[in-house]
């Protein structure tokens, strides 16, 4: 495992941004574009698709499995340690003998994707926002938004609006209520504690909680049933990662609708288009990769297995990749 | 200036999606639609839609009155469409057997106290607390998902409810 701690490397470039290195990858941005480099190989990308998917990177805490930025490179998270590659996940890059990766503490590869995140991140564009509610990402280095790029992920320790844990969104907390979801009834449930009793008696309204979330593409914990978690998310453009499961996940659609692409895990040939409408329930086999096309902005329920036993289960074959026979 | 219509569905207003295969089966998508399912269900049937290990969604057509329940570990209910009034019960002693997963049905109303209610409409999520009772009431057809672990009682349709083709 590399143990070089994130670097950041020589002064700002002619636009004003830093270049950074992290074990052998470095990270270069100029006006347009990010560029990633590694021993054998390098990769391009528009830097709104980099900066949006580095966020989720980030703010996930590296999510569950692999998060690929385009097809070339990602993360694998270990739950501890984590994976940056190059081509570990695109059959031409491994048949080629040109797939790359090392593999770093989480700290560090955390602290490293924040500060480039920082950095790159100008004044007026937010990377968790979609395309209509923000500013440009480009051109020479002019501010920064570090309010918008550390905000704090929800995570429910038991459900929100329990006394003591989160705390439902409002005018009051600064969540506005989102432009596509105005005619969403904002109306609490009639909640009537018997004295005492006011700690378990407890409800919210999911969907106007989701209607005023200010993040697309960003799964929050609201509700907690031993390992099952709740993952509502607001989604609306293109779910900015490719996500590659290493257990199996599923997407219970709330409102509106979703189109996903789903590839193989390991090769990223094209193995299914999945169509979901409000209502629809599906899941997402543990060796695909899948992306999401929202047009309007749309509630989705994502709802995970926290297992930490799960993805090694997988990979032994003592679990299946899909959820039942039938 | 566009003007944005928020879809939900419900059992009398849905449309379902559907998985079109390029390679791969279409059961390992598991794919269904809560309404079609509560729309094809007997009133308080628990139907899973959904399964990862012992954690399950269960979709419940609420209608009427359901029996009293209870499990050892917290259960969330979403209403998806109607109105559920939830009642909760304390128990004077705890009923669900040591080691038993999900929740289990009582014989009769529980001699604890009340401990209140939620009136919950679409959209609205109301927390079953372990080791209490609950029951529900819908006067008018109304759809649960309920966030829950496998138990005796839930009903598995998976060859009834999910794509195959």
């Known amino acids: 495992m590399t143990d070089t701690a994130p670097a950041v490397v020589g002064d700002r470039n002619e636009h004003g941004y830093r270049s950074f290195r992290l074990g052998e990858f470095t990270f270069d941005r100029d006006e347009y574009f990010a560029h990633v480099a590694w021993p054998s190989g390098k990769d391009v990308l528009s830097i709104d698709a980099f900066l949006r998917a580095l966020q989720r990177d980030v703010a996930w805490g590296f999510f569950y499995g692999v998060v690929n930025f385009d097809a070339v490179i990602g993360t694998v998270n270990h739950y501890g340690e984590v994976d940056l590659f190059a081509g570990s996940f695109n059959e031409s890059y491994r048949g080629a003998g040109l797939d790359y990766v090392e593999r770093f503490p989480h700290e560090d590869i955390h602290a490293a994707f924040q500060a480039i995140l920082d950095d790159w991140t100008i004044e007026g564009f937010d990377p968790f926002a979609a395309p209509e509610e923000t500013g440009s990402p480009w051109g020479d280095k002019q501010g920064s938004n570090t309010k918008a790029v550390t905000r704090r992920r929800v995570t429910a320790k038991r459900m929100v609006g329990v006394p003591g844990d989160e705390v439902p969104r409002s005018d009051a907390t600064g969540h506005p209520v989102n432009r596509m979801f105005a005619d969403v009834p904002q109306d609490e449930p009639d909640v009537e504690p018997e004295p005492g009793f006011e700690e378990e008696v407890c409800g919210f309204n999911l969907f106007a909680y989701l209607s005023r979330s200010d993040v697309t593409w960003n799964p929050s914990v609201v509700s907690v049933c031993e390992d099952s978690l709740y993952c509502p998310t607001t989604e609306e453009f293109i779910l900015p990662i490719i996500h590659g499961n290493d257990r199996v996940e599923w997407f219970v659609q709330l409102s509106d609708q979703i189109e996903w692409v789903v590839a193989d895990k390991e090769t990223n040939a094209l193995r299914a288009r999945v169509t979901m409408k409000a209502g629809d329930v599906a899941a997402m086999p543990a060796d695909i990769r899948h992306q999401g096309f929202s047009p309007k902005r749309s509630m989705l329920l994502v709802w995970e297995n926290g297992s930490a036993a799960l993805p090694r289960m997988i990979a032994e074959g003592r679990a299946p990749t899909y959820p039942v026979d039938f | ?165």
Request: net charge negative; hydrophobic share 40%.
């Open chain 2, 1 to 165: 200036m566009t003007t944005y219509a928020t879809r939900f569905g419900s059992l009398v207003d849905y449309e379902k999606g559907g998985v079109e295969i390029i390679d791969d089966d279409p059961r390992h998508y598991t794919f269904s639609n809560m309404f079609e399912v509560a729309s094809g269900a007997v009133a308080w049937e628990k139907i899973a839609v959904a399964k990862n290990q012992e954690y399950v969604l269960e979709v419940i057509r609420a209608e009427g009155v359901s029996g009293w329940r209870s499990a050892a570990h917290d259960e969330f209910a979403l209403v998806m469409d109607g109105t559920v009034v939830v009642e909760l019960r304390s128990l004077t002693e705890p009923v669900v057997p040591a080691g038993t997963r999900g929740s289990i049905a009582l014989a009769e109303q529980p001699d604890g106290r009340p401990m209140g209610r939620v009136v919950a409409r679409r959209g609205h999520m109301a927390l079953l607390p372990a080791n209490a009772a609950h029951r529900f009431r819908a006067d008018e057809p109304s759809v649960i998902l309920l966030q829950t672990i496998a138990g005796a009682d839930t009903v598995y349709r998976w060859s009834e409810i999910c794509q195959t083709d």
